[in-house]
């Protein structure tokens, strides 16, 4: 039995960044090389970036992804790599765009594989199954492919896929069964989403059964505007057992030794053999010599808490949205309130303190309290901490203008944002936000002011979520004989936007207790009225809370982008019109 060491290289590629990218597939090759392998995979578009939306269209980026392929294999070889299979994700094209007046049927942009060796592109394949659900629009990007391209490498016959491939039963995964691999590969970009990693490996192991076949399935990480993407890469056998599993939200190189069957005579007509799937078949070698040295075992990396998985995407999100747009440094309003404390903790986390600026910004209804916990939070993190009054300006207009009522509360936040802007355009700052999912789906914002920002860390962070991130966070850091960043007096008093006299958020809203779970069954479940009212709540509650949402529609339409982590955020996922009198019955 044949053995492969197989590098399943988990990389942070850059949209957009082609000769970047190529860079960090080189240099991952040859730390793949070092350690001995005979087969190294990269994620989904890896060479590209994933996704690129409709960079698709411009025939400039195709032709750019295509000649850099071709390169990129030429410079493996002049690298001294040309002898180790290198596969790719790259974006091709056999056509026109699908877009375009002079579409072809069946032909136009492929999310393509390729198999790179000998300085030449040895062998591609197109992505045959493409999401069109939730973030994704493969259909509206790529044309399917409809051939399965197996290769043999090492005597071990090795059928290449791509991510959504994984996720459909039937199509390449049957085909493989058919063809007789020993080995699909499966190439992904797939985003993360909490407790994705839990559906992830059952998901594997089916198609293992499907093919039978192992599978190396390798992910990319980094974040991508609302996307975040946490590896998880890992080696299922094709009995299910797990041989290994790489850690999340980190590049990692995961290198380990798969026995796997000789490759036999082909059974059957590969000119038709599942789903209407043909079968190319190509050879690189017909044997290898047995790896060097001690057996390559990449290990099982063990499952961590919700709170410290989606606080690693939520600073990974933050980290590559600052860094692969080039800004400096962040800015953020800092109220002494749980909301900022949270995004300041993560900022820091994200950029350390010397990019981190925090600016308290209080009126004459900001509480002493308050005050005192935003200076608390800036001592305990290191940031650069600042504080700019804001009442000379509010009376400056109410001085000129008859403001009243919630008037006057909007102002505040829209001077408060005003200065925000102001500091971002003089000392080139990224603005954060820091207004919750909670507040985002009913509304509990202030256009242009407390919604002012560039990115919003927790955009898809429930508000009872918040809470618990905070306790995680502290908890972490006593764990590990550090200062707690976040004040105890911000997580345990009741939430206020302190904007008029002895205000509380209960006074507007339910309490976030009863609050979140009608917004998690209506914005993530889609449930209606009555799914809600059978599901336990409060009839009247529910309608006052479904007015709320289904009216706020134009304010999330205008919101900051931030990093996705429910299996439905605001904007990519859930895309509702503004214009809109569809309301759930009473």
């Known amino acids: 039995m044949p053995t492969l060491r197989l590098a399943l290289s988990q990389v942070n590629p850059t949209v957009g960044d082609i000769a970047g990218n190529a860079q960090l597939i080189r240099d ?3 730390r793949a090389a070092d350690a001995g392998a005979q087969l190294v995979l990269f994620p989904e578009m890896a060479l590209t970036g994933y996704p690129v939306e409709d960079l698709v269209f411009r025939r400039s980026f195709v032709a750019a992804s295509r000649a850099a392929l071709d390169r990129l294999a030429a410079d493996l070889a002049a690298d001294g790599l040309g002898d180790l299979p290198v596969v790719v994700g790259y974006l091709d094209a056999d056509g026109p765009p699908q877009v375009s007046a002079d579409a072809e049927p069946g032909r136009g942009a492929r999310n393509a594989a390729a198999l790179l060796h000998g300085g030449a592109v040895a062998a591609t394949y197109f992505k045959h199954h493409l999401p069109n659900y939730g973030v994704f629009d493969e259909d509206r990007y790529f044309v399917p492919g409809d051939m399965l ?5 090492g005597g071990v016959d090795v059928a290449l896929t791509i991510c959504e491939d994984l996720w459909q039963a039937g199509g390449p995964f049957a085909a493989a069964r058919q063809a007789g691999v020993g080995l699909v590969v499966n190439i992904n970009g797939s985003p993360y989403e909490l407790n994705k990693d839990d559906i992830r490996l059952p998901l594997v192991r089916r198609r293992a059964a499907e093919a039978g076949a192992a599978i190396a399935y390798v992910n990319m990480i980094g974040g991508q505007d609302e996307l975040v993407f946490e590896g998880d890469s890992m080696i299922v056998a094709a009995d299910g057992t797990l041989l290994t599993r790489a850690p999340q939200f980190v590049e990692h190189l995961l290198v380990h030794d798969l026995d796997l069957p000789a490759a036999g005579e082909p059974v059957g007509d590969d000119a038709q053999i599942a789903d209407g799937l043909r079968v190319d078949r190509g050879t690189i070698s017909e044997s290898l010599p047995a ?12 499952p961590v808490a919700d709170e410290a998985e989606v606080w690693q995407a939520l600073v990974l999100g933050l980290r590559d949205y600052v860094s692969k747009n080039r800004f400096p440094s962040v800015v953020l309003g800092l109220s002494g309130g749980i909301d900022s404390a949270v995004v300041a903790a993560l900022a820091v986390d994200a950029l350390g303190p010397d990019r981190v600026v925090g600016v308290s910004l209080p009126s004459q209804h900001s509480s002493e309290h308050s005050r005192e916990d935003a200076a608390d939070l800036a001592k305990r993190t290191g940031l650069d901490y600042r504080v700019e009054p804001i009442q000379p300006m509010v009376d400056t207009f109410l001085a000129n203008m008859t403001l009243s009522g919630v008037t006057v509360e909007n102002l505040q936040a829209r001077v408060r944002g005003v200065i925000l802007m102001a500091l971002s355009n003089q000392e080139g700052h990224l603005v954060l936000t820091t207004g919750n999912k909670s507040e985002l789906a009913v509304g509990y914002s202030t256009l242009y002011g407390d919604s002012v920002g560039g990115f919003n860390p927790v955009k898809d962070v429930w508000k009872t979520l918040i809470w618990r991130l905070a306790k995680w966070r502290n908890a972490d850091a006593a764990r590990r004989g550090e200062t707690a960043p976040i004040p105890e007096s911000s997580i345990g008093k009741p939430p206020s936007a302190e904007l008029s006299p002895g205000q509380l958020d209960s006074d507007t809203l339910p309490d976030y207790d009863v609050l979140d779970p009608i917004l998690i069954g209506y914005v993530d479940g ?9 599901a336990g709540h409060d009839p009247a509650v529910v309608d006052k809370v479904l007015r709320m949402v289904d009216t706020a529609e134009y304010k999330r339409r205008q919101s900051a982008p931030g990093t996705k982590i429910s299996m439905k955020a605001f904007g990519r996922d859930r895309r509702l019109p503004i214009t809109n009198r569809w309301r759930e019955k009473v």
């Open 291 to 302: 790896p060097a040295g001690p057996a390559a075992v990449g290990g099982l990396i063990e």
């Open 149 to 153: 391209t197996v290769v043999r490498i």
């Open 526 to 534: 889609d449930l209606g009225r009555d799914g809600l009212v059978e």
């Open 28 to 30: 991952w090759t040859r």
